[in-house]
């Protein structure tokens, strides 16, 4: 897949045996072994720096994400992959944020492009709420945005992008989603250390209206609301209201969210 795409999407790229394409695996070798040493990663995340060379300028996990939903039925497999990508490619070359991209993962969509918005909406149309209450609104709202703004950074779009997209098998029996350690794995470069991942997971994970967890770790959307959803609508219908009852008097009542771990 990966010679495919090369092939069809770059004009010129630097010698796999290179120094170049070394050079990168080699940073990526030393931030996988610190974050092993910081107990952040599993001691398997070293083997990722070994496909490097075979992947690049592609990050190695990009070809199991595609896995996830390349069978769906809306897709078409190899002009599919090679849109898919082009757009995904369209939002590292247009980024706004000076982040240095090293090697290109699903991560990066960007969700602002309208085009790359109507492909995924072909690819599984039934995650429009999750992607507009979770992941991108045109106008800012959505969770991991809200997250991002408060972080000042883009971690949590970064998690729930590669989530969001992880969902869009449409095979019932389908896998669906990720563990948690596999996203951080996954999102770890070189300047981008594993906890800035992990506490935006964790914040998604305490906000986010449409996120499931299955099987006690894979992690992912679907286009059913999660209980956090209703709380937070009755609490704002009860806050509502009660505020046209006591005409606007606020009796300090302290809502205290309960979180379910």
């Known amino acids: 897949i990966y010679d495919i795409l090369r092939k069809r999407l770059f004009t010129r790229l630097p010698d796999p045996d290179g120094v170049e ?8 070798l030393a ?14 995340a070293e083997q990722m720096a070994d496909e490097i060379v075979a992947s690049y300028p592609f990050h190695p996990s990009y070809k199991d994400i595609l896995s996830l939903f390349k069978e769906n039925e809306k897709f078409r497999q190899t002009r599919g992959l090679i849109q898919f990508t082009a ?11 000076q982040e240095e991209v090293f090697l290109i993962g699903a991560q990066f969509l960007d969700f602002s492009d309208q085009e790359t918005r109507d492909q995924v909406k072909e690819i599984e149309r039934s995650l429009e709420s999750a992607l507009a209450s979770d992941v991108y609104d045109t106008d800012g709202s959505a969770h991991a945005q809200g997250i991002d703004g408060d972080r000042n950074d883009r971690a949590a779009s970064q998690v729930a992008t590669l989530l969001f997209i992880s969902s869009l098998s449409d095979n019932t029996d389908g896998i669906r989603g990720l563990p948690r350690d596999t996203v951080v794995e996954y999102l770890v470069s070189p300047g981008q250390e ?3 991942f992990i506490e935006a997971f964790d914040q998604l994970r305490d906000r986010c209206w449409y996120l499931h967890n299955r099987d006690g770790d894979r ?6 609301a999660n209980v956090r959803k209703q709380i937070e609508e009755h609490e704002k219908a009860h806050a509502e209201g009660r505020c046209d009852h006591d005409h606007g008097h606020d009796h300090g009542h302290d809502h205290g969210h309960d979180h379910e771990h």
């Open 21 to 28: 394409v070394d050079r990168v695996a080699q940073a990526y």
């Open 31 to 44: 931030t996988y072994q610190e974050a092993i040493r910081g107990r952040a990663l599993a001691k398997s």
């Open 87 to 97: 757009n995904l490619m369209r939002g590292v070359w247009g980024r706004k944020d």
């Open 194 to 196: 594993p906890t800035r």
């Open 219 to 224: 992690w992912y959307f679907s286009d059913i």
